[in-house]
């Protein structure tokens, strides 16, 4: 097993992440409310899970005519995305509700999706949580020799292509992540070169419950239903569907111009910036005027307030966005933000292309 040394943030004597946090509490105990989900996520959490159940029953009890299956299949890629965004996402980081177990349910809709939560925590909540854009240690960026994601990455012929391509690596997302992925981190113990943490034997028996659970439902049962061709057609639909949405939503956060791909000093092991400062350097937010893309990704498209605050639920991040832009001024760091998707999207393709360009 590879050994890495894992990077440090400087202690510094006036803290940003603590008159962040000072300043959006005080948010919160001005209006006497909590930063967990309110009766309106529950409510859009229970819709969607619902709808997932539903259409997924239309499509195989009912067998709709060809043309309305394959608007299903798409609707049902959406919905798997949109539970992640939603649901999975905001019980993992514990703020869902005040609830401890109805965060852990909420967290393990994850299952319903095929794909295991102690590897997701691990990967998300502990690694590109905390050293977001960081070589060699967010595996979010590590996509191996398919595609270039930091400046520091080896460059092969092929990235030069790799702003025309990654629509196609995107829509792969989703099968990668539930046939390899997952099962890759499992047998080496691994997450890129960050080992695991010891699974307990009930992570062991929930991580082979969900895939028996995933090839029942999404394959077994559908070949006996409907045919091996028809199953082919609507899961590839479903799963390209899925995965494109769920890739192009993180990599807007991340991987656009103007974020930074900070390294640590060889001597010291230090990151250059303290915890708050790096998070808001290595992170962008895009249409975060737009109710309807906000509602869709659970608030990901504040991408920056998510990530200096986790443990805040996506429905608060408009209100503390304006506290997070103010402070910004004040300690000149730049608040990257993207007005639109569309504009955030271009900004991604050209980072791509620049880095395949090297």
């Known amino acids: 097993m590879t050994n890495i040394s894992i990077p440090k943030f400087p202690v510094v004597k006036q803290s940003l992440h603590l008159e962040l946090k000072k300043r959006v509490q005080a948010y919160f105990d ?3 409310i909590q930063a967990t989900g309110t009766p309106k996520l529950f409510t859009k959490a229970i819709t969607m899970v619902v709808a997932f159940i539903l259409v997924y029953l239309h499509l195989i009890i009912f067998t709709p005519i060809w043309y309305i299956a394959v608007f299903e299949c798409i609707i049902l890629g959406g919905l798997i995305a949109a539970i992640g965004f939603n649901v999975m996402h905001d019980g ?20 319903l999706l095929g794909a295991n939560h102690f590897m997701w925590n691990m990967k998300h909540n502990m690694i590109h949580h905390s050293f977001t854009n960081v070589d060699g240690v967010d595996d979010d960026i590590e996509i191996g020799i398919l595609m270039r994601m930091a ?9 030069k292509f790799q702003h025309l391509y990654f629509w196609i690596l995107y829509m792969l997302l989703y099968i990668f992540w539930i046939f390899f992925a997952d099962y890759k981190k499992y047998f080496t113990q691994k997450i890129g070169n960050v080992p695991l943490k010891k699974m307990k034997m009930a992570d062991h028996i929930e991580f ?15 070949i006996y239903a409907l045919g091996w061709l028809a199953w082919l057609v609507g899961f590839i639909i479903t799963c390209v569907v899925a995965g494109f949405v769920l890739s192009i939503v ?7 111009e103007h974020t930074e791909f900070p390294l640590a000093d060889v001597d010291t092991n230090k990151l250059p910036d303290e915890f708050a400062a790096h998070q ?14 906000s509602w869709l990704v659970g608030g990901l498209n504040f991408q920056i307030e998510h ?3 986790p443990k805040i639920s996506h429905v608060h991040y ?21 007005p639109t998707m569309r504009k955030a999207v271009v900004a991604h393709v050209r980072f791509l292309r620049d880095m395949g360009r090297g």
């Open 92 to 111: 993992s980081h514990g703020s869902f509700s005040t609830n401890k177990w109805v965060n852990r349910f909420a967290a393990s809709s994850i299952s």
């Open 250 to 256: 993180f990599q807007l956060a991340h991987t656009v």
């Open 307 to 309: 990530h200096l605050f």
């Open 30 to 32: 001005e209006r006497g």
């Open 208 to 222: 082979w419950s969900v895939k028996v659970y995933h090839a029942a439902v999404f394959i077994v049962i559908p």
């Open 280 to 293: 808001i350097k290595t992170t962008a937010n895009f249409a975060t005027k737009n109710k309807l893309v």
């Open 318 to 338: 408009p209100a503390i966005s304006e506290i997070v832009r103010a402070i910004c001024m004040e300690y000149q760091l730049q608040y990257i933000e993207y």
């Open 151 to 159: 400046p520091t990455q080896k460059k092969y012929k092929a990235h």
